[in-house]
């Protein structure tokens, strides 16, 4: 009897020892959609946070949190990077899920395959217009998924007749089926860049927006033109936009405020609150930087671009070179059908500012490789704002990274709901960092330098992360697909 009792004892001590996978102790866990912030420790089960308790939780591997913040991983719904460099540099910067919605890559399905089993953090694209207009003008973007984990894939298509001019009723209908094809390999939504396709006429964006309507999926807009001139300006951009919404009935989100609409940028803002607040689901981004980074062989250098955009050569520069533009050189550039990066300095930093600190705005980064927001977003969000200026608190900004996207991410499919929560069932994509040194030290003479003070990071329970430095040879990221797909 004595054998036996003490054979219980052992398997009962054994079964506790096991009951977790993971255990994350003494954190400071913060979780924006309930409102805790508390120590506590969190236990990690096949992939899930399956307990948060005051209580001592025992697994095979216990991470000690003491003093750090235990949040949500961060969600980007706008960045381009999505090669295995860019990845990493995004985990370190506190980023479990990566979404291309802006554009959209190509072609969903390969991109998809091309991703599965060699991704880092959680991936997602949406439906692009910008392609399956090139596509139907018969000038596809080359679609070469394959390298996708080598370099950044390119998405934006070269100016020119796909660009530049109205579709007729046949190419109309024949963009719709691209889409609806593109949704059902598992696009999030449909992403616009109007800016890269000014042949798209209004009638077309409301035909668009009708068909993410009907799939009852976002559309994702880089609006068509900033400045102040009218016709054309950010102001008559933005309505557009939120018209097109309101007659589909489609949800709205609109990419970089900041950079798309400049000087006008609190007023773009007022615009997205008064839809807001006649009902209508719009939601807006921003990233925290004055410079931003396009192709210069895309239509948004078409000409009246220095008008439009307020600045001359001298402020594009080439990423990998330094170089700033001549006229020459922009001319060269922009005809050739290589597409090339370049960074363009156009807004101020006191406007960057105060758009960020609207509780309307969530963080995106934009980012890819050649501009420090694909490396320093989060990093640099949270500092500068949190820890520098004091102008929003941690749980108001942890809001902006994790709560708000994965609400966003709820309009495309179920599993949002399990993103950007710390919560008992939320999936375990968790960042551990340290609130009083997280700091970003990508540049622009080095855009590809990690951030620093995250110390734990875990993707669907895998750790990613650990004591500052990235795991080797692990891929726990998986897709985020469409309402169609499981
Ligand atoms: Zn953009």
Request: hydrophobic residues 40%.
């Amino acid at each position: 009897m004595r054998k036996l009792a003490l054979l219980i004892v052992f398997l009962a001590r054994l079964g506790f020892a096991q009951q977790y996978d993971l255990v994350i102790e003494n954190g400071r866990v913060l979780d924006p959609e309930t409102g805790l912030d508390a120590v506590r420790n969190v236990g990690v089960l096949h992939g899930k946070i399956a307990r948060i308790s005051t209580e001592h939780l025992a697994g095979p591997r216990v991470l000690d949190a003491k003093g750090l913040v235990v949040a949500p991983g961060f969600i980007d719904l706008h960045q381009h990077g999505q090669e295995i460099e860019s990845q990493r540099v995004k985990a370190m910067d506190g980023v479990t899920t990566a979404l291309e919605l802006e554009i959209g890559v190509p072609d969903v399905g390969e991109f998809l395959r091309a991703q599965e089993g060699h991704s880092l953090i959680h991936y997602g694209t949406a439906a692009s217009h910008c392609a399956a207009r090139a596509a139907v003008f018969g000038t596809p973007i080359p679609s070469h998924a394959g390298d996708s984990r080598q370099g950044t894939l390119e998405v934006l298509p070269k100016s020119g007749i796909a660009t530049d001019t109205p579709a007729t009723a046949e190419q109309l209908e024949a963009i719709r089926q691209r889409l609806a094809h593109e949704l059902d390999a598992g696009a999030l939504a449909i992403g616009m860049g109007i800016q890269y396709t000014p042949g798209a006429t209004r009638y077309e964006v409301i035909e668009m927006f009708r068909v993410a309507a009907q799939r009852k999926v976002p559309v994702y807009t880089h609006v068509r033109s900033p400045g102040r001139g009218e016709p054309g300006s950010s102001i008559e951009s933005v309505s557009e936009v939120i018209g097109a919404s309101a007659i589909s009935g489609a949800a709205l989100h609109i990419v970089h405020i900041n950079s798309s609409c400049l000087q006008d940028s609190l007023e773009c803002l007022a615009m997205v609150a008064g839809a807001r607040a006649r009902g209508l689901d719009v939601s807006t981004e921003a990233y925290p930087y004055d410079a931003g980074m396009t192709v210069i062989n895309s239509a948004l250098f078409n000409p009246g671009w220095q008008q439009k955009l307020g600045i001359d050569y001298a402020q594009l520069m080439l990423p990998d070179t330094g170089e700033s533009l001549t006229r020459e050189r922009f001319d060269e550039l922009h005809a050739s059908p290589q597409s090339r990066k370049v960074i363009v300095r156009n807004n101020r930093m006191e406007i960057v500012d105060s758009v960020i600190r609207d509780p309307l705005v969530m963080i995106a980064s934009d980012g890819a490789v050649g501009h420090p927001r694909n490396a320093g977003t989060y990093s640099r969000f949270i500092s500068r704002y949190v820890r520098e200026q004091g102008t929003i608190t941690l749980m108001d900004a942890l809001r902006k990274i994790t709560l708000m996207p994965a609400q966003m991410l709820e309009r495309s499919t179920r599993a949002g709901r399990g993103k950007g929560r710390l919560q008992e069932q939320a999936d375990a994509d968790i960042v551990v960092f340290d609130p009083a040194t997280i700091s970003d030290h990508s540049t622009y003479q080095k855009p590809m330098e990690p951030s620093t003070g995250v110390k734990y990071l875990l993707v669907n329970g895998a750790l990613v992360i650990n004591e500052g430095k990235l795991v080797s040879d692990v891929y726990p990221g998986r897709a985020m697909t469409g309402t169609r797909q499981p």
